[in-house]
C-alpha cells in the first residue's frame, strides 16, 4: 500500500467522523443559545426552594400542558413540571408526589404560538424567570423557546421568540451566555 493510498483512506475516515459528529450536534433538541444561556442544573424544584436566585435567569424545564387562559395580551399556560434529561427530553419525575412534580406556568403573547400546541404532549420549555407566582407557589416563566412532541407523533413542533428588530451583540457572547463553553462562571 502507498502513502496516497493510506493518506486517502485515513482522510475518508476522517470526514466520516468529522460528519457524524456535525450531523449528532446539528440534531440537539435545544438550540446551544438556549443551553449557554440557562441556568446549568436548576431544576423545578430549586426554583420553588429559592425563587429570588434565579429571578430574571434563563432556566430549561420540560412539562406537559393541563391548563391555558387568555388574557388580553397574553397566553398563560400552566404545565405539570417533567424533568429533562441530558438530552433534553422531559420525562416523569421519579416521585410523583414530590417537588419535581409540581406545576409552573409560561406566558407568550396571544397569537405567537403554531396552532397545532395544543396537540403537544410533553414540551420542552426555555423560559426567562419573571420572578412572580401564581396561585401563590407556581412560579411564571416568560417563555423564549418551546420544543413540543405530539401526541399522536403529527402535531410536534418548535417555536422561537424572535424580535426582527433586536438581536443581542455581546462581545464573544461573553454577557449573553454567561454557560458558553470557556467563559468562567461569576462567583455567586
Given at each position: 500500500?502507498?502513502?496516497?493510498?493510506?493518506?486517502?483512506?485515513?482522510?475518508?475516515?476522517?470526514?466520516?467522523?468529522?460528519s457524524l459528529i456535525l450531523?449528532?450536534?446539528?440534531?440537539?433538541?435545544?438550540?446551544?443559545?438556549?443551553?449557554?444561556?440557562?441556568?446549568?442544573?436548576?431544576?423545578?424544584?430549586?426554583?420553588?426552594?429559592?425563587?429570588?436566585?434565579?429571578?430574571?435567569?434563563?432556566?430549561?424545564?420540560?412539562?406537559?400542558?393541563?391548563?391555558?387562559?387568555?388574557?388580553?395580551?397574553?397566553?398563560?399556560?400552566?404545565?405539570?413540571?417533567?424533568?429533562?434529561?441530558?438530552?433534553?427530553?422531559?420525562?416523569?419525575?421519579?416521585?410523583?408526589?414530590?417537588?419535581?412534580?409540581?406545576?409552573?406556568?409560561?406566558?407568550?403573547?396571544?397569537?405567537?404560538?403554531?396552532?397545532?400546541?395544543?396537540?403537544?404532549?410533553?414540551?420542552?420549555?426555555?423560559?426567562?424567570?419573571?420572578?412572580?407566582?401564581?396561585?401563590?407557589?407556581?412560579?411564571?416563566?416568560?417563555?423564549?423557546?418551546?420544543?413540543?412532541?405530539?401526541?399522536d407523533g403529527k402535531h410536534?413542533?418548535?417555536?422561537?421568540?424572535?424580535?426582527?428588530?433586536?438581536?443581542?451583540?455581546?462581545?464573544?457572547?461573553?454577557?449573553?451566555?454567561?454557560?458558553?463553553?470557556?467563559?468562567?462562571?461569576?462567583?455567586?
Amino acid at each position: 500500500m502507498t502513502t496516497c493510498d493510506r493518506f486517502q483512506g485515513w482522510s475518508f475516515y476522517f470526514l466520516l467522523a468529522v460528519s457524524l459528529i456535525l450531523a449528532v450536534a446539528g440534531c440537539s433538541k435545544v438550540p446551544r443559545q438556549y443551553v449557554w444561556m440557562s441556568e446549568r442544573g436548576a431544576t423545578l424544584t430549586d426554583l420553588m426552594t429559592d425563587p429570588g436566585r434565579y429571578d430574571g435567569k434563563v432556566l430549561l424545564l420540560g412539562g406537559t400542558m393541563i391548563e391555558e387562559e387568555a388574557s388580553d395580551q397574553y397566553l398563560w399556560l400552566r404545565l405539570r413540571n417533567r424533568p429533562l434529561d441530558q438530552d433534553y427530553t422531559p420525562h416523569l419525575p421519579a416521585d410523583l408526589g414530590g417537588d419535581e412534580a409540581g406545576c409552573y406556568w409560561v406566558m407568550v403573547e396571544k397569537n405567537k404560538l403554531p396552532h397545532t400546541y395544543r396537540g403537544w404532549g410533553r414540551m420542552t420549555v426555555a423560559g426567562r424567570v419573571t420572578g412572580t407566582t401564581r396561585f401563590h407557589t407556581e412560579p411564571v416563566l416568560a417563555l423564549l423557546y418551546v420544543r413540543g412532541w405530539g401526541v399522536d407523533g403529527k402535531h410536534a413542533g418548535v417555536w422561537e421568540n424572535i424580535d426582527p428588530n433586536y438581536r443581542p451583540n455581546a462581545p464573544g457572547g461573553i454577557s449573553e451566555f454567561p454557560n458558553a463553553p470557556g467563559v468562567s462562571p461569576k462567583p455567586r
